[in-house]
């Protein structure tokens, strides 16, 4: 079985300051884990994925996430936050014993001016 | 490469009705799946099609099912539509196969509301 902790729904930045968005998982095989964004109305975007190369993995817009086998974690991080990041986030793991991802419950990004 | 579409982008039903919802796969791609998405349940899992088969399926009522074409085209049916099914629905296609594992490619979602 295989699941997945995003910490906090909400998580509210001010434009310029650093973004960390935190996901835990837990898999009894080793995982491919991914980040997807999400913009109003629209359906989710691959952000970056990590399939047991490079265990610091560069996504698009900035975006990088940091894959730690000792603490089962794979948080995302952005160096300065923009407007135009405000949005929901979704860490997912997989395979588990199926091609389908476990996602979870998201977290909303906030960015202040 | 054209990415994933579905249709209608919006629906407005009411309870009892039932409603078919349609999207297609990027070319190439033979993996279906289908997603309820609302505010208090977030993202969940309806089932997924690969090569016309339904391969996996998630913890949904029967109203709730689907199809897939030879063409990998799919199709979602919600029979007897109850308030509680307003949600956005969103498919997802995947070229994962055999012992292969992508990610998953996401569509823009249909807004469902059932009055």
């Known amino acids: 079985a295989q699941s997945v902790t995003q910490l906090g729904s909400h998580v509210s930045v001010s434009e310029g300051a650093l973004v960390l968005l935190r996901c835990n998982y837990s898999?009894?095989?080793?995982?491919?884990l991914f980040w997807y964004v999400q913009y109003p109305n629209q359906g989710l975007q691959l952000l970056l994925k990590?399939?047991?190369?490079?265990?610091l993995v560069k996504g698009i817009n900035g975006f990088e996430a940091e894959f730690k086998k000792s603490e089962t974690s794979f948080h995302l991080t952005k160096p300065s936050a923009h407007m135009s990041d405000a949005a929901e986030y979704f860490c997912?793991?997989?395979?588990?014993?199926?091609?389908?991802?476990?996602f979870g419950r998201g977290t909303s990004l906030i960015v202040h001016p | 490469k054209a990415g994933v579409t579905q249709t209608p982008r919006y629906l407005i039903k009411t309870r009892g009705q039932q409603v078919t919802l349609s999207c297609s796969p990027i070319?190439?791609?033979?993996?279906v799946s289908w997603y309820q998405q609302t505010p208090g349940q977030g993202l969940q899992f309806l089932f997924e099609?690969?090569?016309?088969?339904?391969?996996n399926k998630g913890n949904f009522p029967g109203r709730f099912s689907g199809r897939q074409f030879s063409n990998s085209r799919s199709e979602m049916n919600v029979s007897t539509l109850e308030l509680g099914d307003s949600a956005l629905y969103l498919c997802?296609?995947?070229?994962?196969?055999?012992?292969?594992?992508?990610?998953?490619?996401f569509g823009p979602g249909t807004r469902l509301t059932v009055l």
């Open positions: 898999s009894s095989v080793p995982p491919y």
């Open positions: 099609y690969f090569s016309e088969t339904q391969r």
């Open positions: 070319s190439g791609h033979r993996s």
């Open positions: 997802a296609s995947s070229s994962s196969g055999g012992s292969s594992y992508n990610e998953q490619f």
């Open positions: 990590y399939t047991s190369a490079a265990t």
């Open positions: 997912a793991v997989g395979p588990g014993g199926s091609y389908i991802p476990t």
